[in-house]
């Protein structure tokens, strides 16, 4: 088999009830599914973009949109299934298992991607460092209708990493975010994330790394190297942040931003995650939903997640470890007391054990993902 030997811009279409007699439709069709790898063999041309085939031994009639020269062979995946079998040739640049990855997720998730769209992704997913992570991200950019570029990737695979609490001194430059009253315009407002992740902090303990580094006796250097490592990763963070807050069109609007916070006297930056249900006429104040993720010293990866209606406040904590969930679970009264503090009428505090605890990023792409999805319907 050559598979260098064939056209890979080839996009197939197999209509069902256009095959050989010989071939039962049942049993071809059934032994077929998304994201399945086949090789085609091209046996010959039986008109203007029309060719006999042989599918994993099953003879078929198929359209091309590009030539296929008779006597090839291509291996493809399986992209749909419905009125038509649709196929797309895996180039040599392509990891088959990543192509066989993707279109998977592109079914399940209902997203419509070109072969050209899926080709990007499967190579830069081979190349990233979260192959994974890029397939999800290829999928948020086609969902949204943003360009599908490298850059725009390895941003949105970044942001979905959980990354280490910073002490960010460009944070400085915009000022921390102040405790407020839900009342306000802020609804769940940053302040009250603030003030719990200060309590997980302190649960935390004297460990947690926050120092910018200034206190180092080359702190000039450091912080001079920092800077200049500073600028690719600002920028990158930026690019995120922008995609992040394209809307995807559903009753649900989200936001994603950098804020800066003052923890235990300390000014550090987390990436935070906003959902809140469209303003109508019916509600006064639409329900709410505020998250974040950190990693801690002796915590696990912790997230804070804090649902609000009107006054009424929610707060669910999870973490990765099980001596975390202990922890934090005996630091849920005085959570309590000082989110009563702030006004709130708390209806719930409580913590849970959790295997994956994704970054504010991810929690907005795989929002948009399951929108509209097999993974909602059910």
């Known amino acids: 088999m050559s598979v260098g030997a064939v056209n890979h811009g080839v996009s197939l ?35 203007d973009g029309r060719y006999s085939v042989r599918i994993n031994g099953q003879l078929r009639s198929a359209n091309s949109s590009t030539p296929l020269h008779p006597g090839s062979t291509v291996l493809a995946v399986v992209t749909g299934l419905g009125d038509r079998l649709e196929l797309r040739a895996v180039t040599q640049a392509e990891d088959p298992a990543l192509a066989q990855a993707l279109a998977a997720l592109a ?3 209902r997203i419509d991607l070109s072969a050209a769209s899926q080709r990007e992704i499967v190579v830069a997913a081979a190349a990233g460092e979260s192959a994974l992570a890029t397939l999800r991200a290829g999928l948020y950019l086609n969902k949204v209708g943003a360009d599908i570029t490298p850059a725009a990737l390895i941003a949105l695979v970044a942001a979905q990493q959980v990354p280490p609490l910073r002490n960010d001194a460009a944070a400085s430059d915009r000022g921390a975010i102040v405790i407020t009253n839900p009342n306000t315009s802020t609804g769940t407002g940053p302040a009250t994330l603030g003030q719990l992740l200060e309590r997980v902090m302190a649960q935390d303990g004297p460990s947690a790394d926050v120092s ?3 206190g180092d006796p080359n702190s000039r250097n450091s912080h001079q190297e920092k800077q200049g490592q500073r600028q690719p990763e600002e920028s990158q963070r930026g690019l995120s942040q922008e995609l992040l807050n ?14 800066p916070l003052l923890v235990a006297g300390k000014l550090v930056e987390l990436d935070m995650a906003l959902f809140q249900h469209k303003p109508s006429t019916s509600t006064a104040g639409p329900p709410q939903r505020l998250v974040m993720s950190l990693n801690t010293s002796r915590l696990g990866t912790v997230r804070i997640a804090a649902q609000s209606l009107h006054s009424n406040l929610n707060v669910t904590l999870t973490s990765t470890s099980e001596r975390g969930v202990a922890v934090l679970t005996a630091s849920l009264g005085p959570m309590r007391e000082r989110l009563k503090a702030l006004g709130w009428q708390v209806d719930g505090v409580r913590c849970q054990l959790g295997s994956d605890v994704p970054s504010a990023g991810r929690e907005i792409i795989d929002h948009v993902l399951t929108t509209g999805s097999l993974d909602r319907a059910l």
């Open 107 to 109: 079914a399940r998730y």
């Open 13 to 47: 279409q197999f209509r069902q009830n256009n095959i050989a007699a010989a071939v039962d439709l049942g049993t071809t069709t059934e032994d077929l599914a998304v994201g399945q790898l086949v090789e085609v063999t091209v046996i010959d041309q039986s008109g």
């Open 246 to 259: 394209l809307s995807d069109g559903g009753a649900l609007s989200y936001r994603y931003a950098s804020l």
């Open 212 to 214: 910018s580094g200034f």
